[in-house]
């Protein structure tokens, strides 16, 4: 029969004419377009991104030949303002006129200072223009003396003296030869002097230095374009940049791939294509200058200039997907006449396989075809009288489950929790719908239950339990049954480390599904509080309307059990449902049943309790001691006074779970955005909860059992394992 049905569906019609058709010309259209279009896009990004190149490459060199002829024309300038102040002697009227003389000449020069002399020289109108004192700029110079000292050395040191004076401003330090004119050329050659040569110089060099304004530099590193320059020292330090901020700061770009190339490369210009931290790809150029190992770097961002290829390509696009559009439509228009039969036949072979054999879609075959659609027609006709023969002879249900293949037939074992739980008294809850309603009664108790049970289901659902079944007003519900867990590491050798390794993972999971089942149960503690809560002030607020909605008060019993069950697919053909059966299901509900004789509204098992103790409850194990780690989840529970035989097991106990301490409730309950804490109902469980079984039971109104009167042995409350 597998196979059949393997046939059957291999058979199935997956590509219909039309849609191969279409299929076809699509591919056509998409192949020629998108060919053309790729091919169009390749070569203009190609284009484009050289052209961009070049131009960045361009803009690059300009920039950096007007900005090395504003610093070459300053720093003759000083050189020969240096010279003239020499041939001037003492005279100090004819000093002052050179300076004027100068000054009025070099606006962008702010002050020039001579450390062997301690003279300065500054530029009134400028230091006047942005309201700075003269004397900041020879306090600037007294606190370099690194830099002068570097120049006495032999060395030109450009420095961004911006974030001192708080305006765009350069200073310059370099050596002055005998013949202070010659010492631009001296400055430009000295950074690529060997460093025994410096030390010599550094007994017969004097040293200039001045303040030049960056602001007429600016100019030339607008950012009018995309393209992005600016000026950086050997350092990596930002001189001049269109980013008055990074300016002003004197912001280190070192780590800048670019800046990186620039320092470690050799060569006196180069340009490189690279990707910063975020991945955004730039192209870079960079060229020093003939002095102070500076450099001008132009970038542009290659997203920017390759901008419009993109357009163009999504232009391209939306061309290609109109006419793909057009030629869909018309292909279809075409395919119909020939593929509508065999859509038809193609649904009603669907249908089939879905268990329908009967479908109205029979009717739509029409009779006048001759050719092989016909004969399809007739085949399928034929199929459908052998299926409803087939189906005669089974159940439907069956045939429509192997047809579908939607049910795994193969049960399998597993180590988990159940749980189940029971309305007290619910026969006489009954009786009152009955009495209050009368023939609406049924519909207004399907109503409470499902109120009920809503909440309830919540708490399972939250806590990772699968719900197995309802069974009136009993739930049966079960953690570990979706596992995705083999107990093949049952068959590895007990002391290897992979046995104790899987078996380690394994306790670990039954652990967490027993201790998720007893949270699930504290939960519903408080629900159950909660809702009771409710009910009580309905009916009192409602107490003269004989139809208003009939909310009784509620008391359950929840039993919960760890054991090995099967777990699977089970039933019949005509009927099958996900479920767990075996012994540790039957004690769970054994466990359930003995609530009412022991005074409680949770119990749990001897294996329950065993699989919890060490962690989680204080006991002997664990010298009545519970781990920092596992005091959020302690439990109190207390043994029931009275024994019972479990066959295979001996003597056993139920254990009262009386509180969970560390349950936060509305951590629990923070799915539900409209939840808000109860203070009267707080204390079921929590910091606030019960203390003891006696304290739990008045504060649910149980009546404290005569466990002299309780017989756990007796016939109806007899827990035996089977083959244990």
């Given at each position: 029969m597998k196979k059949k049905v393997e046939k059957n569906q291999a058979e199935r019609v997956k590509h219909p004419i039309g849609l191969k058709l279409i299929s076809i010309i699509s591919m056509i259209v998409l192949v020629a377009l998108g060919g053309v279009t790729y091919a169009v896009s390749y070569f203009v990004t190609a284009d484009v991104r050289n052209n961009a190149e070049e131009n960045n490459l361009t803009i690059n060199s300009r920039t950096a030949s007007d900005t090395e002829n504003r610093i070459t024309s300053a720093l003759s300038s000083v050189a020969m303002f240096i010279d003239l102040l020499n041939t001037a002697g003492e005279n100090t009227t004819e000093i002052k006129s050179m300076e004027n003389l100068f000054f009025g000449r070099n606006k962008s020069i702010a002050a020039v200072y001579l450390p062997d002399t301690g003279r300065l020289f500054t530029n009134t109108e400028f230091f006047i223009s942005q309201e700075l004192e003269p004397e900041s700029a020879l306090n600037y110079f007294l606190q370099e003396n690194d830099l002068i000292q570097k120049a006495a050395n032999g060395y030109l040191e450009l420095h961004n003296a911006s974030p001192f004076f708080n305006v765009p401003v350069l200073s310059f330090f370099y050596p002055a030869t005998s013949g202070a004119a010659s010492s631009v050329n001296s400055a430009s050659s000295a950074n690529s002097e060997t460093s025994a040569n410096s030390e010599t110089s550094a007994n017969t060099n004097s040293v200039i230095a001045f303040l030049f304004s960056a602001e007429d530099l600016s100019e030339s590193f607008s950012s009018g374009s995309v393209n992005q320059s600016f000026f950086v020292n050997k350092d990596g330090t930002i001189l001049v940049h269109s980013d008055n901020s990074l300016m002003m700061s004197a912001a280190d770009e070192s780590s800048n791939p670019i800046v990186k190339a620039m320092q470690e490369s050799a060569a006196n210009n180069s340009q490189i294509t690279y990707h910063t931290k975020e991945n955004v790809e730039y192209i870079g150029a960079f060229r020093k200058l003939s002095f102070g190992d500076c450099a001008v770097i132009t970038t542009v961002q290659t997203y920017i200039i390759l901008e419009g290829v993109r357009k163009?390509?999504?232009?391209?696009?939306?061309?290609?997907?109109?006419?793909?559009?057009?030629?869909?439509?018309?292909?279809?228009?075409?395919?119909?006449?020939?593929?509508?039969?065999?859509?038809?036949?193609?649904?009603?072979?669907?249908?089939?396989?879905?268990?329908?054999?009967?479908?109205?879609?029979?009717?739509?075959?029409?009779?006048t075809h001759k050719d092989e659609i016909g004969v399809l027609a007739n085949s399928t006709k034929h199929e459908r009288e052998i299926l409803n023969t087939f189906t005669k002879l089974t159940n439907k249900g069956v045939t429509q489950a192997i047809i579908k293949k939607e049910i795994d037939f193969e049960p399998h074992l597993k180590d988990i929790t159940i749980f189940f739980s029971d309305i007290r008294g619910f026969t006489a809850i009954s009786d009152g719908f009955k009495n209050r309603f009368g023939e609406k009664s049924a519909a207004e108790i399907i109503s409470f239950l499902n109120d009920y049970m809503s909440r309830m289901v919540s708490c399972i659902t939250r806590t990772g339990g699968t719900v197995d079944k309802f069974e009136g007003d009993?739930?049966?519900?079960?953690?570990?049954?979706?596992?995705?867990?083999?107990?093949?590491?049952?068959?590895?050798?007990?002391?290897?480390?992979?046995?104790?390794?899987?078996?380690?993972?394994?306790?670990?999971?039954?652990?967490?599904?027993?201790?998720?089942?007893?949270?699930?149960?504290?939960?519903?503690?408080?629900?159950?509080?909660?809702?009771?809560?409710?009910?009580?002030?309905?009916?009192?607020?409602?107490?003269?309307?004989?139809?208003?909605?009939?909310?009784?008060?509620?008391?359950?019993?929840?039993?919960?059990?760890?054991?090995?069950?099967?777990?699977?697919?089970?039933?019949?053909?005509?009927?099958?449902?996900?479920?767990?059966?075996?012994?540790?299901?039957?004690?769970?509900?054994?466990?359930?049943?003995?609530?009412?004789?022991?005074?409680?509204?949770?119990?749990?098992?001897?294996?329950?309790?065993?699989?919890?103790?060490?962690?989680?409850?204080?006991?002997?194990?664990?010298?009545?001691?519970?781990?920092?780690?596992?005091?959020?989840?302690?439990?109190?529970?207390?043994?029931?006074?009275?024994?019972?035989?479990?066959?295979?097991?001996?003597?056993?106990?139920?254990?009262?779970?009386?509180?969970?301490?560390?349950?936060?409730?509305?951590?629990?309950?923070?799915?539900?955005?409209?939840?808000?804490?109860?203070?009267?109902?707080?204390?079921?469980?929590?910091?606030?909860?019960?203390?003891?079984?006696?304290?739990?039971?008045?504060?649910?109104?149980?009546?404290?059992?005569?466990?002299?009167?309780?017989?756990?042995?007796?016939?109806?409350?007899?827990?035996?394992?089977?083959?244990?």
């Open positions: 163009t390509t999504r232009r391209n696009l939306y061309i290609s997907a109109i006419i793909l559009a057009l030629s869909i439509l018309i292909i279809y228009f075409f395919s119909k006449s020939l593929s509508r039969p065999l859509k038809i036949l193609t649904a009603i072979v669907n249908e089939i396989n879905n268990g329908n054999f009967n479908t109205e879609l029979f009717s739509e075959i029409k009779k009993a739930i049966m519900a079960a953690w570990g049954v979706l596992r995705n867990e083999s107990l093949d590491w049952e068959l590895l050798p007990p002391q290897s480390k992979a046995y104790k390794k899987a078996k380690a993972h394994h306790d670990a999971y039954v652990r967490r599904d027993a201790l998720a089942a007893i949270t699930c149960c504290m939960a519903m503690r408080y629900s159950l509080m909660l809702y009771n809560k409710e009910a009580e002030a309905f009916t009192k607020a409602h107490e003269k309307e004989p139809l208003a909605k009939y909310k009784p008060h509620i008391r359950i019993g929840a039993g919960l059990n760890s054991g090995r069950a099967t777990v699977g697919f089970m039933g019949s053909f005509d009927k099958m449902e996900y479920t767990s059966i075996g012994d540790a299901v039957n004690f769970a509900s054994r466990t359930e049943a003995s609530n009412k004789p022991c005074g409680t509204d949770t119990l749990i098992t001897q294996d329950t309790y065993d699989i919890l103790k060490k962690d989680f409850i204080k006991c002997k194990e664990n010298n009545f001691t519970i781990k920092p780690e596992n005091q959020p989840c302690e439990l109190i529970v207390e043994q029931i006074p009275v024994d019972f035989e479990v066959k295979g097991k001996g003597k056993q106990h139920f254990f009262g779970v009386v509180n969970m301490p560390g349950f936060d409730i509305e951590k629990f309950f923070s799915f539900d955005k409209d939840f808000v804490l109860d203070k009267d109902c707080e204390k079921a469980v929590g910091p606030k909860g019960p203390k003891t079984l006696s304290e739990m039971r008045k504060l649910l109104g149980i009546a404290e059992p005569d466990f002299g009167k309780v017989n756990l042995d007796a016939e109806e409350n007899k827990i035996q394992v089977a083959g244990s």
